[in-house]
């Protein structure tokens, strides 16, 4: 049979092959973008934009404002082989080594949309053509522009299936974007990049950008945090025998992440170097904590002929000439760095991951349909018009509630009293759900939500997300009712774990309260010491010094307080604190314990330790609590504005419980503002259901049976 099959062997057509030869140069919109990117500078830019449609897969458009490319150039720019590059290099190999093989925007033309408009310094007007499979499309048309170039793409690969089907999403192929994009910003700094997302829906906007003028520092904090960039240091090093000169920016020994952050550029090409990366990251471990890797930026120079880049465009991994003397030499330039520079001090260090959106909220469609499922015995049906069973209602009559009896009759239908309507609403009351929410990913806040999540008791949450709200019987305890139980709830203790669980959350997307009048931390941490909750005895030393000493301290961390926790200090005073819950403002009187617990509670070593010691010190700030000689009245005062927010707001329950009681403000925003954010703010621990947070007081099955004894 084999025999009689004749093997036939077929020239493909020309155009598949160029595809599949574009296909291998250009793999992903990234590589298209960084292919460009490099054209931008080469051709004297200073300003790059680059905005894209779904991670670049429907289009992307970069624009320049560099030298421009001729009217008559414009007909052959995308045939293979054409460069303009070739007459500044002499040497055959030098040009391979930088990539100058006049193939990027043949290849790009070959499997998407391409369309170029430039203009030259010297034209009047700026030209338009678009290209197929390296051909014009038509005569270059007259345009209105600048000068500059501007090229898009669109519809990447919409003639290879196969590549197109390969890529999974359009978000990963933005962060790959972002990425290069971030590495060329900061190896060029000086020049501003800007990368923007320009789909029609809410994820549009600017998502990188370093402006004109901006130190690789300046840009070093732009893109990857305040928190590395102060932990730099800057290396400068030359080696004459082996022809080398390295610069670049690398993390000390107080900066730890867990992600090894290396931007690598080798004769000002972004390139890889796995040998190179491994040998850094060995010199690293004797500095950082177990596990822990730094930032390291590198712009290495060298003969380009002691370079051999694999000659597949897009593979970034190096070789090079002497590899093992040149890795050697970068080791001990930045390992003598590291050494000279004082690694005594600590600060808190963080990895800024731009990547994914957080947490996954807990399915509340998913609880109304186990709800549904359950069946219900008469005994356990309970009166369902919230509205009765508050405490007030019984306690503070208000002449109108004397006109209109409430009826008691009513005892009946289902067990669940809050509609789940309530429970959603109650979301909007979060800073949370606000629009302008930053996607940054900490791995240590992300392992502090994991912890939160795995701790969670489900029958205490369920509580909580189910509950009716009783009624107050102080700031500190409020009664609430689930299904046939009442319980007595710490509302302190559940205040504290709520807004610690919300700091985690929404880490760095808080609002902020500002302060009418800024607060001087000194005069705050003065009251503080004062305060017998301070602990404060003579042996701490003088109150001043310490006064002066957490002003000091909390005006060096002010910038990370303010990104992270929104915590603003401005000339040593406090501004702004965050607003973890809308409607909700904090005991101010708790301000000066605040400042002193930052200063000395919380633990700033670890990234991680340094989060959660933190978001416990503001939850702790945050909670309602007693204890505060004249809080009712301080609390009255200011709710008077938040209550009529609510009732402008039209969040109230629809039970109109104003018209029957009239409980005083705080305790109005014990129900409505705190309660009810805990219904989806808050999975309490197991542990909570031992310690007086909750207390169960009544279960009406028991109450049935002592009845019947009756
Ligand atoms: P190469 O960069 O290897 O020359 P490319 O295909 O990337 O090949 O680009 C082809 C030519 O198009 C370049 O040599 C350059 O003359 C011109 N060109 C491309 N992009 C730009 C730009 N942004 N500004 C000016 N000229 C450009
Ligand atoms: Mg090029």
């Not at 500059?148 to 359009?170: C, H, M, P, W």
């Not at 240590?444 to 509580?463: P, T, Y």
């Not at 503080?528 to 961390?557: C, H, N, Q, R």
Request: proline residues 4%.
């Amino acid at each position: 049979m084999a025999e009689s099959k004749e093997v036939v062997i077929k020239r493909l057509d020309e155009t598949v092959v160029n595809r599949i030869a574009a296909g291998e140069v250009i793999q992903r919109p990234a590589n298209a973008i960084k292919e460009m990117i490099e054209n931008s500078l080469d051709a004297g830019s200073t300003s790059i934009t680059v905005a894209i449609k779904s991670g670049g897969l429907k289009m992307i458009q970069i624009s320049d404002n560099g030298h421009g490319i001729r009217k008559e150039d414009l007909e052959i720019v995308c045939e293979r082989f054409t460069t303009s590059k070739l007459k500044e290099f002499t040497d055959l190999r030098s040009i391979t080594t930088f990539g100058f093989r006049g193939e990027a925007l043949a290849s790009i033309s070959h499997v998407a949309h391409l369309c170029i408009s430039s203009k030259t310094q010297g034209s009047q007007c700026g030209y338009k053509a678009s290209y197929v499979d390296g051909k014009l499309k038509d005569q270059p048309r007259p345009t209105a522009s600048n000068d500059g170039t501007q090229i898009t793409v669109e519809d990447l690969f919409y003639n290879v299936l196969t590549r197109r089907k390969a890529f999974r999403s359009a978000s990963e192929e933005h962060q790959r974007i972002a990425d290069v994009i971030t590495r060329y910003a900061i190896h060029n700094s000086g020049k501003s990049f800007t990368l923007r997302k320009s789909d029609n829906d809410t994820s549009s906007g600017v998502t990188v950008r370093t402006q004109l003028g901006a130190s690789a520092l300046d840009n070093i904090r732009a893109l990857f945090g305040s928190n590395i960039a102060n932990e730099i240091i800057h290396v400068e090093h030359e080696n004459e025998t082996l022809h080398l000169r390295i610069k670049g920016y690398i993390s000390n020994a107080n900066c730890s992440m867990k992600k090894f952050n290396f931007l690598l550029f080798i004769n000002n090409r972004l390139v890889e170097c796995t040998s190179l990366k491994r040998a850094l990251d060995a010199v690293y471990q004797s500095y950082l904590p177990k596990g822990g890797r730094p930032f390291v930026y590198l712009s290495l120079e060298m003969p380009a002929t002691n370079l051999d880049v694999n000659v597949h465009p897009t593979k970034h991994e190096v070789h090079f000439l002497h590899e093992e003397a040149v890795i050697e030499e970068v080791q001990t330039a930045i390992e003598n760095k590291l050494l000279s520079c004082d690694s005594s001090r600590t600060f808190y260090t963080q990895k800024l991951l731009p990547t994914a959106s957080i947490l996954t909220k807990e399915s509340s469609e998913k609880d109304a349909a186990k709800q549904q499922s359950e069946r219900i015995y008469d005994h356990n049906l309970v009166r369902t018009d919230s509205k009765l069973q508050k405490l007030d209602a019984f306690l503070v009559k208000t002449p109108k509630e004397k006109e209109k009896p409430h009826d008691s009759t009513n005892l009946t239908d289902k067990p669940r009293v809050e509609p789940q309507a309530s429970a959603s609403s109650s979301n909007n009351l979060t800073a949370a759900e606000l629009p302008r929410k930053r996607k940054i990913q900490l791995t240590s806040v992300l392992q502090l939500q994991g912890e939160v999540k795995k701790r969670a008791s489900k029958d205490l949450s369920e509580i909580l997300h189910d509950h009716t709200f009783v009624g107050c019987v102080d700031p500190e305890l409020a009664l609430i009712q689930h299904k046939t139980k009442l319980y007595l709830a710490n509302t302190t203790k559940l205040t504290r774990e709520m807004f610690y669980q919300i700091v985690l959350e929404d880490f760095g997307n808080f609002g902020m309260l500002r302060l009418s009048e800024p607060a001087p931390i000194r005069d705050l941490a003065m009251l503080g010491l004062e305060m017998k909750e301070s602990g404060w005895t003579p042996e701490d030393g003088s109150k001043e010094d310490l006064a002066d000493y957490i002003v000091k301290f909390l005006s060096e961390k002010s910038e990370m307080l303010k990104d992270y926790f929104r915590l603003e200090i401005k000339d040593c005073d406090v501004t702004a604190i965050p607003m973890l819950l809308q409607n909700y403002i904090p005991p101010l009187e708790g301000l000066p314990m605040l400042v002193l617990r930052l200063a000395t509670e919380v633990c700033w070593d670890s990234e991680k330790d340094c989060f959660e010691s933190f978001a416990r010190e503001i939850a702790r700030f945050y909670a309602v609590r007693k204890g505060y000689t004249d809080l009712e009245e301080i609390i009255k005062q200011r709710d008077a504005q938040v209550a009529m927010e609510i009732g402008d707001g039209g969040n109230l329950d629809d039970e109109g419980t104003e018209s029957r009681s009239n409980p005083s403000p705080w305790k109005r925003t014990v129900e409505h503002v705190i309660y009810r954010a805990m219904r989806s703010h808050v999975k309490p621990d197991e542990r909570k259901a031992k310690d007086g947070t909750f207390l169960q007081l009544a279960n009406l099955p028991d109450l049935y049976k002592v009845f019947e004894r009756c």
